[in-house]
């Protein structure tokens, strides 16, 4: 990967909240600018303030934030670094969002249900966004919650050069629902895979149904890819189906690893699951035999650099 000097991007200015700043600093060595501190505080009354601590006047100005737990706390520190920078006559403000935990409620699935993903889209707008670089969306709709320009970049090119390591001749990817299988079909074209997906039903946040497997996955080695694993419900139900149609091993791989109460064990645990394979647009877990977790920091570095040099970033990273 380029580095680029101090002096050809001596108009960036890169902040980061303290969702994941180990993030943040390896972007910044990739594009050769520092990390710029913030200071966060609060006071007696449990408000949060936010001072950055640098020179942001006439600055394109980058804020580095994915939404992790605490995430109420990251986004309301992310709301409130926005105001600072848009107070401090920031040129410019782009949020680099590697993870939106909001865009999960994308849709009214029930009666009285809000809208989480266009408020908080709003929220970040209002606050000063002009622009937002973000990592493999829940769903496309979401890109359009925002009123400011976004490049939503995906991690299938770099799931794909892992991947390609291994001998693919008889393997099938496998999506878990409908929703997630334009993505499955571009990353299996990428990798001369066919492609499968379950038949799926969520009734709950942890109750999911795949009723059955359409395509053909019989003694095929499987990796599922799924654009994030939480409680890995979703993953252990698709598996349970492909042992019952007699897969040879599977591969487990997602853009956001967030792994909550004990996914990664119960993955782990299972013979049949050879590899685990996540990116760092969130704090990865700790260390596994099993688990493999790549970058995103140079292909958010090359996006950054791109968007502050006014290059196209969908021709560098297209769309799946």
């Known amino acids: 990967m380029i580095r680029y000097s101090l002096e050809i991007v001596r108009d960036i200015t ?16 990739h594009l050769g600018v520092p990390l710029h501190p913030v200071r966060v ?21 980058f804020l580095i934030q994915p939404l992790v737990p605490p995430t109420q706390e990251h986004l309301v520190e992310l709301l409130l670094m926005l105001d600072a920078a ?85 393997t099938v990817v496998v999506s878990p629902d409908l929703g997630n ?26 109750r999911v149904v795949i009723s059955s497997v359409i395509g053909d996955v019989e003694g095929k080695e499987v990796i599922i890819l799924d654009d994030e694993i939480a409680k890995g419900s979703t993953v252990i139900e698709l598996l349970d189906r492909l042992r019952e149609r007699g897969v040879r091993s599977v591969r487990v791989a997602c853009t956001h690893g967030l792994f909550s109460d004990g996914a990664i064990e119960r993955l782990s645990a299972l013979p049949e699951v050879k590899e ?32 502050h040099f006014g290059e196209s970033v969908s021709a560098l990273f297209g769309t799946p």
Do not use: W
């Open 86 to 170: 848009r107070g401090a006559s920031a040129a410019r403000i782009t949020v680099v969002l590697p993870h939106y935990a909001y865009a999960r409620s994308d849709k009214k699935d029930a009666p009285r249900i809000s809208l989480g993903a266009r408020l908080v889209a709003d929220l970040m707008v209002a606050a000063g966004a002009g622009r937002v670089l973000t990592m493999t969306l829940h769903s496309p709709q979401v890109h359009g919650f925002f009123s400011v320009p976004v490049d939503h970049l995906h991690a299938l090119r770099e799931l794909a050069a892992h991947f390609s390591r291994h001998d693919l001749s008889d």
């Open 276 to 307: 685990i394979v996540c990116t760092n647009t969130v704090p990865p877990p700790k260390p596994g035999d099993k688990l493999t977790v790549l970058s995103i920091a140079p292909a958010l570095a090359e996006a950054m650099r791109r968007i």
């Open 181 to 206: 299988a334009k993505e499955a079909a571009h990353f299996a074209r990428l990798i001369g895979a066919d492609v499968a997906m379950g038949a799926k039903q969520r009734f709950s946040d942890d």
């Open 41 to 61: 505080s609060r006071f007696a009354n449990d408000v949060i303030a936010v001072q950055l601590q640098a020179n942001c006047r006439e600055r394109d100005v």
């Open 14 to 29: 890169v902040f980061s909240g303290s969702a994941h700043p180990e993030l943040a600093e390896e972007i910044c060595s």
